[in-house]
């Protein structure tokens, strides 16, 4: 049975919390989500998801999530080479554009230019 939502009064637009927001704009995020689905299953328009992105993206600080994860995590790396998780290294996540591990040894300067590059894609 299909649920339906009956509005009522002058106000005929659905609030969404901040939380709400980013939980709907997180999952359109993950790796191999479509926009489309996210929106259908959420009851939104796609292009009301991608102008919840770019609200979040002007207001960002700058600062992204951290997680932190063990060497033998099976998320790191393509799976094709084994030592590649051994050393410690920084995982920089381009919105699903682009993935960039930075070894220990990579001098700074070299790795902020490499970031740089990929974040002005």
Excluded: H
Excluded at 16 to 28: G, H, I, M, Y
Excluded at 50 to 63: C, D, T
Excluded at 89 to 110: H, N, Q, W, Y
């Amino acid at each position: 049975m299909a649920r339906v939502e009956v509005i009522t009064g002058p106000e005929r637009r659905r609030r969404w919390t901040d939380q709400q927001k980013c939980a709907l704009v997180a999952e359109s995020l993950e790796p191999g989500a479509v926009v489309a689905e996210v929106a259908r299953r959420a009851e939104v328009g796609a292009g009301q998801i991608y102008r919840w992105r770019r609200q979040i993206r002007a207001q960002s600080s700058g600062f992204a999530q951290v997680v932190i994860a063990s060497a033998g995590n099976a998320d790191l790396g393509s799976g094709d080479d084994s030592r590649c998780c051994t050393a410690p290294a920084i995982e920089v996540d381009f919105a699903g554009k682009a993935r960039l591990r930075i070894p220990a040894s990579t001098p700074a300067e070299l790795a902020a230019a490499v970031v740089k590059a990929l974040a002005q894609r």
